[in-house]
């Protein structure tokens, strides 16, 4: 079963607009991460936040994190043709020992810019 | 380019046969890790390896296995296929023994198809 639940599952904006994506988990966490996938290809590594951390910046990315609510979301600002991809979360799990934790992904959200 | 190498990029294959497929991890990457991602079931967790050893293990098949060599490339073998297991299939890897923080980096798939 999935950790991490994307929502929406798509989104489609106009190109310069802002996207947001939401990801809610079920369990405690160490880290959460988000990761690009465009079609057909492997992921890419986004941005990394930690559980003690509310909210990071990376270029045209912001994260937050609520720990209280099990919720992350994206932001991208300034949306370009080039951002459609679909978009996962991942986390993993608090308490297990280290080097036994495994990533576990969220079922993802479709975003297509219209240019 | 995730310096994460897969091989075949595509395959085809019949009901009942066997399959493997390899990947190289980056270089100085001690972890390497499985994933399965299909339309109905997503991207699933399947099994890790850290240098050279079983590490965690998810929603992989017993008609599945692996294992990670002395030089840390790996393999996944698939046998007795069945239509269910045609997706695609990814190898990702890490220098840590465990996901937790750290970055894993994806190579870009296998693409298995099962006739």
């Known amino acids: 079963s999935q950790q991490g639940e994307e929502d929406p599952q798509a989104l489609s904006i106009q190109e310069g607009e802002n996207a947001t994506m939401n990801c809610s988990y079920k369990t405690s966490i160490n880290n959460l991460q988000w990761y690009r996938q465009n079609s057909g290809r492997g992921l890419v590594h986004l941005i990394l936040i930690r559980s003690n951390e509310r909210e990071k910046h990376s270029g045209r990315l912001r994260v937050t994190l609520d720990t209280s609510k099990k919720s992350s979301s994206l932001l991208i600002t300034a949306s370009r043709a080039a951002d459609t991809a679909s978009y996962f979360c991942?986390?993993?799990?608090?308490?297990?020992?280290?080097?036994?934790?495994?990533?576990?992904f969220g079922t993802g959200t479709r975003l297509t810019i219209i240019p | 380019d995730s310096g994460v190498t897969q091989t075949p990029k595509h395959l085809i294959t019949a009901t009942g046969q066997r399959v493997t497929l390899r990947c190289s991890p980056r270089s100085g990457d001690l972890s390497v890790y499985w994933y399965q991602q299909s339309l109905d079931q997503g991207l699933q967790f399947l099994i890790q390896?850290?240098?050279?050893?079983?590490?965690a293990k998810g929603n992989i098949l017993e008609r599945f296995s692996a294992q990670q060599f002395p030089d840390l490339h790996s393999e996944l073998n698939l046998s007795s296929l069945e239509l269910g297991d045609s997706a695609l299939y990814f190898c990702a890897s890490s220098v840590a023994a465990g996901s937790s923080g750290n970055t894993i980096y994806f190579g870009e798939g296998s693409w298995l198809t099962v006739v």
């Open positions: 991942a986390t993993d799990v608090k308490g297990l020992s280290f080097g036994n934790e495994k990533l576990t």
């Open positions: 390896y850290y240098n050279g050893e079983e590490r």
